[in-house]
């Protein structure tokens, strides 16, 4: 288990190198969409592998393995998938600094749609759960840490806290970027006129799930008239909800926001939010005032936008990855 001394070691972040953004990312919305569209990151080796869920359906996976004894498992944001910037970027830092990798898509995202009437959401921690399971279960790890990036983020704190009682003892830490932690103000924020480049998009990439879904189960996704949908209160109101068991959308926005559990997770967190990060509301930023839990901690920089934190230097990584190999590299076992 982790030590005392590295609990104590989660709270003391004097040799932090702080975040500056480059000089040409002078706005929030720069900082967010200028990584996304133009960082060119070398494509990780990846080694594909599928694994079955217990609802017969399917995650598909992808390893950086070099006989490590330390695992990173890396958990991709919404409508993302292991070949995203943020995602390549980090794999190859944590590989290079002596960890394998594995990065999995959600259900529906590794270039497959899914086999189920659902969509992987913020709650989902039992996909969580098996790909932990299934990467432990040939015993060449000793040591699991988990990285998450927005939803991502926010599911991996979810499966940290309510599921606190069933973590094996081998996850030590997750370090966790721009991640909305209050779902219901975070989905106002993006329904903001000036976040409408960002919804709409959102928009596109789940309206074409929505119709693969359909051409198999069209009574669960009724697509006629998906135009009209505009917000995360219409998707997850008409989809998300009724999909997997909730009320409606407050409601799943109120059962899945990571906020709530904080208080019992058992191994250091990191959660790493910009306070210019144009899709987070302030109850997005969990301080030690909002929880009583000396292992989770708040970094937030000035700047970095959403899941951007570009930086210059020779190595290509962001500070991101330097922060995430840093923070784990820092872990110390007993």
Known sequence: MFSREGAQTSRILMTLPAYKRPWYLFHAHLETIWPALLRRVPQPAYRRERIYTDDDDFLDLDWLQAGHKRLVIVSHGLEGDTSRHYVTGMANAVHGAGFDVLAWNFRGCGGEINRQPRFTHNGATEDLAAVISHALVAGNYNSVALVGFSMGGNLTLMYLGREADN??????????????????????????SSNAIYMKRFMRLMGEKVRLQAEKFPDEFPCDDYHRLKTFADFDGRYTAPLHGFRDAPHYWQCCSSSQYLDRIRVPAWIVNARNDPFLSLSCFPDITTHDNSLVTLISPEHGGHCGFASLGKDQAYWSERLAVYLLSSIRYS
Do not use: T, Y
């Open 167 to 192: 973590v094996p003892d081998e996850v030590k830490a997750a370090v966790c970027f721009s991640v909305p932690c209050d779902l219901a103000a975070a989905s106002s924020r993006l329904a903001e």
